[in-house]
């Protein structure tokens, strides 16, 4: 690989070219031969191999999408034929003498036994995550060695992009589980040595035992979801907790709301800490990599930065399939260059940004490479969920999460879909369920809620109801569910 330090500030000219070739080697000489699912898929489109030399040809493969990763009565185990599968024979086939030769070597001078061995240390499943949409079946995701290797490069990146010291003590307090934001700062602390306590969120310690851990580790950094690290540290502020130790708060697994951050700040300010810095990053398991915020003093938006070496990002109309002019919004698809085991190619996310791709040089950090918007919309996080016809309008529950999640009134938040009289043929009907903060009106927030919907969505919640925080609390499940329960589907069956 070239030198991450250099490849941060390449001219995007050189960024691209690098890319292309990476890229056309890729479909050569891993993804076409040893994928049964891409080979399948490039034969039946009439796509050649050696056609994908640029990434503007891409074009010519058809989109994939977890549909086709999903198992069926007749492939219940469909997921496996998206693992890289080498053998001898497609080796020999498929590799230029340049990568025939060392196993060669390795072969006259150490046995077939060490070529064997290296192959696997290649391709071999060693590592398994899932995916984890809502109300999408997981989907196992499988890691070889070399991908393990990728997730230890990327940390460092994660690290230096967000400009956090390798002297930091680290909070990792997103839940244990199979799921990539965990395993990425977990790999991203054993690359760079960084001291990193894993509490395995709520589900595990309980807020009391990771604010415990937290204090008596002095953390630098606090890593975790936005809902449960809100959670967190508003508990902290109203126990009156030191927390002045903390220099920056990353957040993942869900996208940031607008405003978020200031809250956040403010309940830091409350503990002790100032000046802190709050990131956003983005990831999805079938990347099987993440992409942070670079630091500013107001904690802007500032887009995610992007490994140009490591994968190419295309933004399509969520229609038609098409790519959009630059700078576009629409969906998001996916194409690693360094991929092995599990391996998607040209991945529909599913997620939906708004201003595309920005290809200038950040205006806060000077880097050269390609950002993702961080006005980011996790439909993949919702599937069926994501639309809801309120009142003949169709909007988007993930943009009601931003609105609600951006309130400084409102602390904790369930949107409740329901049927009118509970009648399965009647309409959708949206009710809002919320707790306020201390020594707000409920009048009032009922008010700017039902606003702020209108001029944002244009419609508002059939019914706003309040709770109590800690019934809120646990009407979402905080500390016992992996992810709160945000969305909840009432609606009876027809």
Same mark, same amino acid.
């Given at each position: 690989?070239?030198?991450?330090? #250099?490849?941060?500030?390449?001219p995007?000219?050189?960024?691209? +070219?690098?890319?292309n070739?990476?890229?056309?080697?890729?479909?050569?000489?891993?993804?076409?031969?040893?994928?049964?699912?891409?080979?399948?898929?490039?034969?039946?489109?009439?796509?050649?191999p050696?056609?994908?030399?640029?990434?503007?040809?891409?074009r010519?493969?058809?989109?994939?999408?977890?549909?086709?990763?999903?198992?069926t009565?007749?492939?219940p185990?469909?997921?496996? &034929?998206?693992?890289?599968?080498?053998?001898a024979?497609? !080796?020999?086939?498929?590799w230029?003498? #340049?990568k025939?030769?060392?196993?060669?070597?390795e072969?006259?001078?150490?046995?077939?036994?060490?070529?064997?061995?290296?192959?696997r240390?290649? /391709?071999?499943p060693c590592?398994?995550?899932?995916?984890?949409?809502?109300?999408?079946?997981?989907?196992?995701?499988?890691?070889?060695?070399?991908?393990?290797?990728n997730?230890?490069?990327?940390?460092?990146?994660?690290?230096?992009?967000?400009?956090?010291?390798t002297?930091?003590?680290?909070a990792?307090?997103f839940?244990?589980?199979?799921?990539?934001?965990?395993?990425?700062?977990?790999?991203?602390?054993?690359?760079?040595?960084?001291?990193?306590l894993?509490?395995?969120?709520?589900k595990?310690?309980g807020?009391?035992?990771?604010?415990?851990?937290i204090? #008596?580790? &002095?953390a630098?950094?606090?890593?975790?979801?936005?809902?449960?690290?809100?959670?967190?540290?508003?508990?902290?502020?109203?126990?009156?907790l030191?927390?002045?130790? !903390?220099?920056?708060?990353?957040?993942?697994?869900? &996208?940031?709301?607008?405003?978020?951050?200031?809250?956040?700040?403010?309940?830091l300010a409350a503990?002790?800490?100032?000046?802190? @810095?709050?990131f956003?990053?983005?990831?999805?398991t079938?990347?099987?990599?993440a992409?942070?915020e670079?630091?500013?003093?107001?904690n802007?938006?500032?887009?995610?930065?992007?490994?140009?070496?490591?994968?190419?990002?295309?933004v399509i109309?969520?229609?038609?399939?098409?790519?959009?002019?630059?700078?576009?919004?629409?969906?998001l698809v996916?194409?690693?260059?360094?991929? @092995?085991?599990?391996t998607?190619?040209?991945?529909r996310?599913?997620? @939906?940004?708004?201003g595309?791709?920005?290809?200038?040089?950040?205006?806060?950090?000077?880097?050269t490479?390609?950002?993702?918007?961080?006005?980011?919309? #996790?439909e993949?996080?919702?599937?069926?969920?994501q639309?809801?016809?309120?009142?003949?309008?169709? !909007?988007?529950?993930?943009?009601?999460?931003m609105?609600?999640?951006?309130?400084?009134?409102?602390?904790e938040?369930?949107?409740?879909?329901? %049927?009118?009289d509970?009648?399965?043929?009647e309409?959708?009907?949206? !009710?809002?369920?919320? +707790?306020?903060?201390d020594?707000?009106?409920?009048?009032?927030?009922?008010?700017?809620? @039902?606003?702020? /919907?209108?001029s944002r969505?244009?419609?508002?919640?059939?019914?706003?109801?309040?709770?109590?925080?800690?019934?809120?609390?646990r %009407?979402?499940g905080?500390?016992?569910?992996?992810?709160?329960k945000?969305?909840?589907?009432?609606?009876?069956k027809?």
């Open positions: 690989m070239i030198p991450w330090q #250099r490849l941060q500030r390449m995007r000219s050189e960024q691209r +070219a690098l890319q070739d990476l890229l056309a080697r890729y479909v050569r000489e891993y993804l076409y031969p040893f994928s049964p699912h891409y080979r399948a898929l490039f034969d039946a489109a009439g796509v050649r050696e056609q994908i030399r640029t990434a503007d040809d891409l010519r493969v058809p989109l994939s999408s977890k549909r086709d990763l999903l198992p009565a007749d492939e185990q469909k997921f496996k &034929r998206f693992i890289l599968q080498p053998d024979a497609t !080796i020999r086939a498929a230029p003498l #340049r025939k030769l060392p196993l060669l070597w072969k006259w001078t150490h046995g077939v036994e060490a070529v064997r061995a290296r192959v240390q290649e /391709f071999a590592f398994m995550t899932f995916t984890t949409g809502r109300s999408a079946e997981p989907v196992p995701f499988f890691y070889s060695p070399h991908d393990i290797r997730l230890h490069v990327t940390g460092g990146r994660l690290i230096d992009v967000m400009g956090l010291s002297e930091y003590r680290v990792n307090v839940p244990y589980a199979p799921h990539l934001a965990f395993w990425q700062v977990f790999f991203a602390g054993q690359a760079t040595g960084m001291m990193a894993s509490t395995g969120g709520g595990v310690m807020s009391t035992g990771d604010l415990r851990a204090t #008596r580790l &002095r630098d950094a606090l890593i975790g979801v936005p809902g449960y690290v809100y959670h967190l540290l508003r508990r902290a502020a109203a126990e009156g030191d927390l002045s130790s !903390i220099r920056c708060v990353v957040l993942g697994a869900e &996208r940031v709301a607008p405003g978020l951050k200031a809250k956040i700040c403010e309940l503990t002790g800490a100032h000046d802190v @810095r709050v956003g990053t983005y990831g999805f079938e990347a099987r990599m992409w942070a670079c630091p500013t003093r107001d802007a938006y500032t887009g995610y930065h992007l490994y140009p070496d490591l994968a190419v990002f295309e109309d969520p229609k038609t399939g098409e790519v959009v002019p630059e700078g576009e919004d629409g969906e996916f194409t690693p260059l360094h991929a @092995r085991a599990s998607v190619f040209r991945y996310t599913g997620d @939906r940004v708004r595309g791709l920005q290809y200038e040089p950040c205006p806060h950090c000077g880097r490479m390609p950002r993702i918007s961080s006005d980011l919309t #996790r993949s996080s919702l599937a069926d969920l639309l809801l016809k309120v009142k003949g309008t169709l !909007i988007n529950l993930e943009d009601c999460a609105l609600l999640g951006s309130m400084p009134e409102v602390e938040w369930q949107i409740e879909l329901r %049927k009118k509970d009648d399965p043929l309409v959708d009907e949206m !009710i809002v369920h919320v +707790a306020v903060r020594g707000c009106s409920e009048e009032q927030a009922t008010q700017n809620l @039902r606003d702020l /919907f209108k969505l244009e419609v508002q919640p059939n019914h706003v109801q309040f709770l109590g925080l800690e019934a809120m609390l %009407k979402i905080m500390e016992t569910e992996m992810k709160e945000r969305f909840v589907d009432a609606r009876p027809a």
